[in-house]
């Protein structure tokens, strides 16, 4: 069994090789011939915002991206506009609202700004459609084909948790700048002199919440319809702290490109974060989306400089003499992490530095990790307590804990 050795359109793109991906994101060994959903990686990330044209500006001046695509007016798309960026091999699509009518609109009135589709990359989207329709999926699209002067695209559609969907994207045939319908577009922005050519390089794991009682539904339904294997488990005092508790498990494609983990929450004596999210989101959907960078001291350092405010972490954090002898040598000094408020893990295949974004929007939903892995192939459990307690002192600051 050897690792997958195709590279999605992104990777190739972003000028990524599999030894850089087996860094960034965690790659294994895999054998596709016996997969019922064969899933080559991330397409695209679909978000529903209020101003996409402000979001755009924003994604470019702040994190980094390039404007590649665009759709609209201008374009004969009266709906809405929808911007695609990019970094790396991640990809964000932008949409908001241009019609009063637009559906956008209506997604936007009730849960605010957020990913409305995980779109994957597949090498056969019938063959999949047909294995999920078997299995009991929703099928929102049927396969068909766009085309334009640059080439066919075959796409499809299933829904999972809350409003969210996956739409499914062949476009091995396709030689446009994202899909038919959109027209390849740069940006007047102009990168500071000295700025890095991206700050991420990777999308490493979308995070779902869902409610009370549904987390093994939804994992059932990625191992059946999906062919997902279940990766990770945490439950009970891992990932609990005196106030709140949720429970989390990590479903993941067979390369691990595209790996899910999905939370509930769990009884306790105040709101969790989950309870936070449902409450503010109105149904389940994306709490984080996780960013693979190569150097997680210099992305942090760029994005508190231009203003994006993390989770803080206590010094007693990192002045714990069991959390030093667990973690052992990291490539910077335990100083350096503290100064920048960076948490570290390890486990049995190495360790991983980590940190997160406080919500990116007006709601307290949605939000960023930012992850540099050095052969652990977790998810940080190590870290957990902090950050559940960081997130719950914000939640007090909110006055919803």
Request: hydrophobic fraction near 40%.
């Amino acid at each position: 069994m050897t690792i997958d050795q195709t590279l999605t359109s992104q990777e190739r793109l972003a000028d990524l090789d599999l030894d850089q991906l087996k860094e960034l994101v965690g790659l294994v060994e895999y054998d596709a011939a016996g997969d019922p959903f064969p899933v080559s990686g991330w397409d695209a990330v679909v978000w529903s915002v209020g101003n996409a044209t402000q979001t755009a500006l924003f994604f470019q001046a702040v994190f980094g991206m390039e404007l590649v695509a665009y759709s609209g007016p201008e374009t004969g798309n009266r709906d809405h506009h929808a911007y695609v960026l990019r970094s790396g091999a991640v990809r964000f699509v932008f949409k908001g609202g241009v019609d009063p009518r637009s559906s956008l609109l209506d997604h936007h009135r009730r849960h605010g700004d957020g990913v409305v589709d995980v779109a994957l990359e597949v090498p056969d989207v019938d063959a999949c459609i047909k294995h999920a329709e078997a299995q009991g999926a929703r099928i929102l699209e049927a396969p068909h084909d766009v085309s334009d002067e640059h080439g066919t695209v075959r796409t499809a559609a299933i829904a999972t948790y809350g409003e969210t969907r996956h739409t499914l994207v062949d476009r091995s045939k396709y030689t446009g700048p994202y899909l038919p319908g959109y027209v390849a577009r740069t940006s007047g922005h102009t990168r500071p002199e000295g700025e890095p050519k991206r700050i991420f390089q990777a999308l490493d794991h979308v995070v779902g919440n869902v409610e009370l009682g549904a987390m093994d539904q939804w994992v059932d339904f990625y191992n059946r319809i999906m062919g997902f294997t279940n990766m990770a488990e945490f439950v009970g005092e891992d990932i609990a702290t005196e106030y709140s508790a949720l429970m989390s498990k990590v479903v993941a494609s067979g390369n691990r490109r595209v790996k899910f983990p999905l939370n509930e929450p769990a009884l306790g004596k105040k709101k969790s974060q989950i309870d936070e999210y449902l409450e503010f989101y109105e149904s389940p959907g994306v709490q984080h989306l996780a960013l693979a960078t190569n150097d997680i001291l210099r992305t942090v350092d760029i994005l508190r400089a231009k203003g994006i405010q993390f989770l803080p972490t206590p010094d007693s954090y990192y002045e714990d003499p069991e959390l030093r002898a667990r973690i052992g040598e990291v490539r910077v000094p335990i100083e350096e992490l503290q100064a920048r408020g960076i948490l570290v893990d390890r486990d049995e295949d190495g360790y991983l530095l980590q940190i997160f974004t406080k919500p990116l929007g007006d709601r307290p939903t949605v939000f960023f990790e930012f992850i540099e892995r050095h052969g652990s192939l977790g998810f940080g459990i190590g870290n957990f307590k902090a950050l559940f307690e960081a997130i719950e002192r914000e939640q007090a600051k909110r006055g919803n804990f």
